[in-house]
């Protein structure tokens, strides 16, 4: 067999396309949404806490997984701002303005691939352990989510790495809370003892309301 090859992209010309493209970016989001327990700012506490996400087969045809979208920021926070003028709920988008960023050159490392947008006939052709990447598309018959742009990683949990992990919150209020509700205390001083504490953040979050969401 044939192997295809892949156009050489200069190093120099990559970093430029990063530059210019808005639809590209280096992050990888994971949105959540209240539940009949728990409000969404809830929810965000909880994962924190556990230092992990949980992964659902609701959407994987029966296997676990943890998904994301590499959509940048800016883009989804109009997705959010649909919330605002919707008439009912069904017309309001699944998840709400609060989530999770990775790196995603670690998500790739730990074995996160982006989702396959392929016809529902196809299914059956996919090797049993590719099967959950496949998402059903098929314009004709009004079935498109390739704007959610998805990743997947097929794990039970996923552990976070603070380093390489962004919490997002719609108002700098809660990024402020949030950060300083995880950080560790530390004493703080000279050779002669402690005369205070500082905190040292574990979490680092950025609000959305810096790229005009809810204004």
């Known amino acids: 067999m044939r192997k295809s090859k892949t156009p050489k992209l200069p190093d120099e010309l990559f970093k430029r396309i990063r530059l210019v493209r808005r639809d590209f970016g280096s992050l990888l989001f994971h ?3 209240s539940s009949n327990k728990r409000a969404a700012i809830d929810v965000i ?3 924190l806490y ?3 996400l949980k992964g659902t087969s609701r ?3 029966g296997q676990k997984c943890v998904c994301f979208t590499e959509a940048p920021i800016q883009e989804f926070n109009s997705i959010f701002s649909l919330v605002e003028i919707a008439a009912s709920e069904s017309e309001r988008p699944r998840y709400e303005p609060y989530g999770i960023g990775v790196s ?3 998500f790739f490392e730990k074995g996160g691939r982006p989702v396959i947008y392929d016809h529902p006939n196809t299914f059956s052709s996919f090797p049993e352990d590719q099967k959950y990447r496949l998402v059903k598309y ?3 018959n ?3 989510y390739t704007w959610e742009r998805e990743w997947r990683i097929k ?3 996923l552990n976070l790495d603070p380093r390489e992990t962004l919490v997002v919150v719609p108002t700098s209020d809660e990024a402020f809370e949030l950060v300083y509700e995880f950080a560790e205390v530390k004493p703080d001083g000279d050779e002669d003892g402690p005369w205070g504490v500082y905190h040292k953040p574990k979490w680092l979050a950025v609000s959305l309301d810096i790229f005009g969401f809810g204004q």
């Open 45 to 47: 506490r909880k994962i």
């Open 59 to 61: 959407w994987s045809y």
């Open 142 to 144: 009004g079935k498109d």
């Open 31 to 33: 949105f959540t949404r």
């Open 155 to 157: 794990v039970n949990h």
């Open 138 to 140: 098929d314009p004709v």
């Open 104 to 106: 995603k050159r670690w």
């Open 50 to 52: 556990d230092g992990r």
